[in-house]
């Protein structure tokens, strides 16, 4: 049996390759690795033709397509993934799951929330700014600002949803992403869990390149302990607000 990448070279030449072909290629191999961590029992359905995922589509869950502006104005796309038999009158837990660096939320990060969908969670995964079908120009560049505030805008969105419990929203970081998670969590305190895949910080090696003998510098922070975090709590009460507003 050809392996993704085999194909790949006996299909298409390499110099008319497209990105988001070699993503499905590439991330059709991952999703094989990670299906093989997911625990027996686990039912997935046979994709349909509409379906534009890496991996096949569960009859345990609904999806859903939905699309938010974060805080620096850039769109972003994600895919929603609720249980199908959840009660929509009581709150629920929630998780925002972001994928490796530079991947499309049709890989990994979506079959992270499709499977912890199907644990009872409601999870969201996202196109980080810049890249796939989210906005953010030049296309296929980065900011890191901009990956950590995707998740707070991830936050916003499922703190909108009426099922959604606020108190119990949490961070799946995949890879890059979970770097990104992390530093999401320190300046929101919405985000009361975190946990990480095979976590890359992306963060210490770009600094490490501006400074190669980077060291932490020296400073006096004004605010005290307390003071810090009632900022941070009263910006995350602006951002459900603004969410709220922009609802009515």
Not at 147 to 176: H, K, N, Q, T
Request: proline share 6%; glycine share 10%.
């Amino acid at each position: 049996m050809q392996t993704p990448n085999e194909a790949a070279r006996n299909v298409h030449p390499v110099g008319r390759l497209s990105r988001r072909t070699l993503l499905t290629f590439v991330g059709t191999g991952a999703i094989a690795l990670s299906a093989m961590a997911i625990p027996a029992g686990t039912a997935l359905a046979q994709a349909p033709a509409a379906w534009d995922k890496t991996f096949a589509r569960s009859e345990r869950v609904d999806h859903q397509k939905v699309s938010s502006t974060n805080r620096l104005g850039i769109r972003i796309v994600a895919d929603v993934y609720i249980p199908r038999n959840l009660d929509r009158s009581r709150r629920h837990p929630a998780i925002v799951v972001g994928g490796p660096y530079g991947a499309v939320k049709e890989q990994s990060a979506g079959l992270y929330a499709q499977t912890m969908a199907e644990r009872g969670f409601i999870a969201i995964a996202h196109d980080p700014s810049y890249v796939g079908e989210s906005g953010g120009q030049p296309h296929n560049t980065t900011s890191m600002d901009a990956l950590v505030e995707d998740f707070s805008a991830a936050v916003d969105y499922l703190g909108s949803l009426p099922f959604v419990d606020r108190a119990r929203i949490g961070v799946l970081g995949v890879c890059g992403s979970g770097g990104f998670g992390l530093a999401a969590a320190e300046i929101d305190p919405r985000i009361k869990a975190v946990a990480t895949v095979s976590m890359y910080d992306n963060g210490h090696p770009h600094v490490r390149a501006f400074r190669p003998r980077w060291t932490v510098p020296r400073f006096e922070i004004p605010w005290s302990a307390l003071q810090m975090r009632g900022g941070l709590q009263s910006m995350a009460r602006r951002r459900m607000w603004r969410r709220e507003r922009l609802k009515d």
